[in-house]
């Protein structure tokens, strides 16, 4: 495995980690529909939540800049496809939460963003 995906995979586990204290319960992680993927799905309080996982090393990035219009698209066509398979009246919330490392040994800066519709 490349370390690149290392890093992404090691966001998504502080990401998990991070919504489970939170109080979110994990319904589903990495989960494909032909060339889309949501990285987490959870539920908490009665929403349906489809969350993006951005990874960066150190504060020069902008993780947030990675969720563009066309990966928003791409987002919804996932939760469309997801929500024909798993039927559920919940309402739905396209989320994302960035990961910020920042540097070995030291804790990461988690951005959670419960609607990615609010950034910029």
């Known amino acids: 495995m ?3 995906n290392e890093f992404g995979k090691w966001g998504e586990e502080v ?3 991070y919504l489970q204290q939170q ?3 994990l319904l589903a992680r990495n989960w ?3 060339h889309k993927e949501i990285d987490i799905i959870a539920t908490k309080d009665g929403v349906l939540y489809f969350i993006e996982v951005k990874t960066r090393h ?3 990035w902008n993780a947030e800049d990675a969720i563009t219009p066309k ?3 791409l987002m919804w066509r996932a939760m469309m496809a997801w ?3 798993h039927p559920s009246l919940m309402p739905a919330c396209y ?3 960035a990961i910020v490392s920042q540097g070995e040994g030291m804790q990461p800066e988690i951005r959670w963003h419960e609607s990615i519709w609010d950034l910029k």
């Open 15 to 17: 990401a998990a980690g």
């Open 32 to 34: 494909r529909h032909e």
């Open 71 to 73: 990966k928003r698209a």
């Open 23 to 25: 109080g979110y319960e």
């Open 83 to 85: 929500k024909l398979e």
């Open 95 to 97: 989320s994302a939460i």
């Open 2 to 4: 490349a370390l690149h």
């Open 58 to 60: 150190g504060v020069k």
